[in-house]
């Protein structure tokens, strides 16, 4: 499913004759993959107006270090109560008429013999939308640009995704991590390195910063597909939140950036270097226009050994 809508965002990018990294293909793919896990239908106009409305918010920055909410916030509530009537109304459907999708699933699932809530579905439902939306944005848009001045990456991509495709996306993850920040409440005073944090108090982790640490990376700056470390990245969290959509994450971004070195023929970057989003937690630029000798069609084979 995902190989074929990628193969679809770049027919349309080709059909056009130009290509935005970020507008045709980092952007559309995760929201269209988490819609279809959940068993939203993409086509629906009211699902695109309040999803628009939510997801600029999902991430507030004021929170991590502030502790109090971003302004805009009874605009975000709103956003997030229309989201939740959507998924209302998609749960009255699946359980009328369930089908193979995360949200009869989640009907159909059963703690200690009790069903889950619908309280407890709807909010799963907004969280893996929002978690799984922007992050992979991120990666794909970050991890382009980056191999972008690595042509000999994008070839080794291209040639031989098996052997490529998993180490590139781990270094791009440790070098440039679409979240950038965390945050924990402390609950009880505790000590951190010799630090006296008093109960009550917000911890701002920078898991970028942990990434580019030189005592645990080598040329910690320096983007190396070849590293054997660099999966040891902090960019999908540690303990007990972990992500849980991490291999979902890794699995978008590999087809995403093994189909880009197999379609698209001399990319190169129009505006360098492009404007980053203005989001202290969320990190990736906001277009990647670019020029290219030609899209290749979506006959193009998918070599032997892509993910
Ligand atoms: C490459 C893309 C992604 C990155 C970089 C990323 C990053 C993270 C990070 C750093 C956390 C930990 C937050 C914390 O400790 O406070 C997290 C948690 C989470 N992520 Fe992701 N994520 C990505 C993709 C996804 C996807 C595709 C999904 C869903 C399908 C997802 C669902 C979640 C959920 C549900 C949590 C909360 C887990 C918990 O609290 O137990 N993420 N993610």
Do not use: K
């Given at each position: 499913m995902i190989r074929e809508l990628i193969d679809d965002l770049l027919d349309e990018a080709a059909a056009r004759g130009d290509l935005d990294g970020v507008a045709?293909?980092?952007?559309?793919?995760?929201?269209?993959?988490?819609?279809?896990?959940?068993?939203?239908?993409?086509?629906?106009?009211?699902?695109?107006?309040?999803?628009?409305?939510?997801?600029?918010?999902?991430?507030?920055?004021?929170?991590?270090?502030?502790?109090?909410?971003?302004?805009?916030?009874?605009?975000?509530?709103?956003?997030?109560?229309?989201?939740?009537?959507?998924?209302?109304?998609?749960?009255?459907?699946?359980?009328?008429?369930?089908?193979?999708?995360?949200?009869?699933?989640?009907?159909?699932?059963?703690?200690?013999?009790?069903?889950?809530?619908?309280e407890e579905i709807v909010t799963t439902c907004r969280l893996l939308l929002n978690a799984g939306h922007e992050t992979t944005v991120g990666l794909i848009a970050n991890g382009l640009l980056t191999l972008l001045d690595h042509p000999g990456t994008l070839a080794a991509l291209r040639d031989d995704p098996a052997a490529t495709a998993p180490a590139v996306v781990e270094e791009l993850l440790r070098l440039q991590p679409p979240l950038q920040i965390v945050h924990r409440h402390a609950r009880e005073d505790m000590e951190v390195r010799g630090i006296r944090v008093p109960r009550g108090t917000t911890m701002v982790l920078?898991?970028?910063?942990?990434?580019?640490?030189?005592?645990?990376?080598?040329?910690?700056?320096?983007?190396?597909?070849?590293?054997?470390?660099?999966?040891?990245?902090?960019?999908?969290?540690?303990?007990?939140?972990?992500?849980?959509g991490a291999p979902l994450g890794r699995l978008e971004a590999e087809l995403a950036f093994v189909r880009f070195a197999q379609r698209v023929v001399g990319p190169r970057l129009v505006d360098a270097p492009p404007r980053y989003r203005p989001h202290i937690v969320l990190r990736g630029p906001e277009s990647l226009p670019m020029r290219t000798e030609a899209i290749l069609g979506r006959a193009t084979p998918w070599r032997s050994g892509s993910p």
């Amino acid at each position: 499913m995902i190989r074929e809508l990628i193969d679809d965002l770049l027919d349309e990018a080709a059909a056009r004759g130009d290509l935005d990294g970020v507008a045709d293909l980092a952007s559309p793919l995760p929201v269209t993959v988490i819609c279809r896990v959940l068993g939203v239908d993409t086509g629906e106009r009211d699902w695109y107006r309040t999803r628009s409305s939510m997801l600029g918010g999902a991430v507030d920055p004021y929170l991590a270090f502030l502790g109090v909410p971003a302004p805009g916030l009874a605009e975000r509530r709103r956003a997030e109560r229309e989201l939740d009537d959507f998924f209302r109304r998609l749960a009255d459907e699946r359980r009328r008429a369930p089908r193979d999708d995360m949200m009869s699933r989640l009907l159909a699932a059963e703690i200690d013999g009790a069903p889950l809530t619908e309280e407890e579905i709807v909010t799963t439902c907004r969280l893996l939308l929002n978690a799984g939306h922007e992050t992979t944005v991120g990666l794909i848009a970050n991890g382009l640009l980056t191999l972008l001045d690595h042509p000999g990456t994008l070839a080794a991509l291209r040639d031989d995704p098996a052997a490529t495709a998993p180490a590139v996306v781990e270094e791009l993850l440790r070098l440039q991590p679409p979240l950038q920040i965390v945050h924990r409440h402390a609950r009880e005073d505790m000590e951190v390195r010799g630090i006296r944090v008093p109960r009550g108090t917000t911890m701002v982790l920078l898991l970028a910063g942990a990434n580019r640490d030189p005592g645990a990376f080598g040329c910690p700056h320096r983007f190396d597909a070849a590293r054997d470390d660099a999966s040891r990245h902090l960019s999908f969290g540690l303990g007990a939140h972990y992500c849980l959509g991490a291999p979902l994450g890794r699995l978008e971004a590999e087809l995403a950036f093994v189909r880009f070195a197999q379609r698209v023929v001399g990319p190169r970057l129009v505006d360098a270097p492009p404007r980053y989003r203005p989001h202290i937690v969320l990190r990736g630029p906001e277009s990647l226009p670019m020029r290219t000798e030609a899209i290749l069609g979506r006959a193009t084979p998918w070599r032997s050994g892509s993910p």
